[in-house]
T-cell receptor
Framework: DAGVIQSPRHEVTEMGQEVTLRCKPISGHDYLFWYRQTMMRGLELLIYFNNNVPIDDSGMPEDRFSAKMPNASFSTLKIQPSEPRDSAVYFC??????????????FGSGTRLTVV | DQQVKQNSPSLSVQEGRISILNCDYTNSMFDYFLWYKKYPAEGPTFLISISSIKDKNEDGRFTVFLNKSAKHLSLHIVPSQPGDSAVYFCAASNFNAGGTSYGKLTFGQGTILTVHP
């Protein structure tokens, strides 16, 4: 398996523009997570899905953020409108059975978002 | 509210010596703890985990210790190698809670480990 695939790897956009981040989880994994990494807060959970259904979106910062998982092999995280404080690295991760009792998640390589 | 804290932003160690990375947590309901390693421009990768029913778990050069009464865990790397230089994240979960807590990992801020040759 190619692992968790995220696109794009880098995104530079102007404030106010819509940004869409994409993720393809590992085939067969039933959980998908979106995390954001910043220096101040480390890795923050934004939202996660189980069998394509959103389970917990309490980490989504504002209504400007939305996430979807239309099928088991694809998820998007959208920011509209984007702001400079959204600049961060966004990670997607997938797993089997939650964190599998210690097996952990498999993370993608991340999307580095810069909003100018 | 930061439920998992790594108070040392960085650690520098000589090759061959022991590296000790520390992590504290506040949520007494956490029952599973994991360590991840992250290289630049890559996603974090799972390293080692421990259940709250244990106080130690070992995997090669890596050992994780859990002190539940102190709500503290540590990762020991012996001997340290230059290839261990990376950011290390501590994570915790309430694995047995069910509901929206199941499967959800809470991460610390990370510690940058540098191992000098």
């Amino acid at each position: 398996d190619a692992g968790v695939i995220q696109s794009p790897r880098h995104e530079v956009t102007e404030m106010g523009q819509e940004v869409t981040l994409r993720c393809k989880p590992i085939s067969g994994h039933d959980y998908l997570f979106w995390y954001r990494q910043t220096m101040m807060r480390g890795l923050e959970l934004l939202i996660y899905f189980n069998n394509n259904v959103p389970i917990d979106d309490s980490g989504m910062p504002e209504d400007r953020f939305s996430a979807k998982m239309p099928n088991a092999s694809f998820s998007t995280l959208k920011i509209q409108p984007s702001e400079p404080r959204d600049s961060a690295v966004y990670f997607c991760a997938s797993s089997l059975r939650g964190h599998g009792g210690g097996e952990g998640y498999t993370f993608g390589s991340g999307t580095r978002l810069t909003v100018v | 509210d930061q439920q998992v804290k790594q108070n040392s932003p960085s650690l520098s160690v000589q090759e061959g010596r022991i590296s000790i990375l520390n992590c504290d947590y506040t949520n007494s309901m956490f029952d599973y703890f994991l360590w991840y390693k992250k290289y630049p421009a890559e996603g974090p990768t799972f390293l080692i985990s421990i259940s709250s029913i244990k106080d130690k778990n070992e995997d090669g050069r890596f050992t994780v210790f859990l002190n539940k009464s102190a709500k503290h865990l540590s990762l020991h790397i012996v001997p340290s190698q230059p290839g261990d230089s990376a950011v290390y994240f501590c994570a915790a979960s309430n694995f047995n809670a069910g509901g929206t807590s199941y499967g959800k990992l809470t991460f610390g801020q990370g510690t940058i480990l540098t191992v000098h040759p």
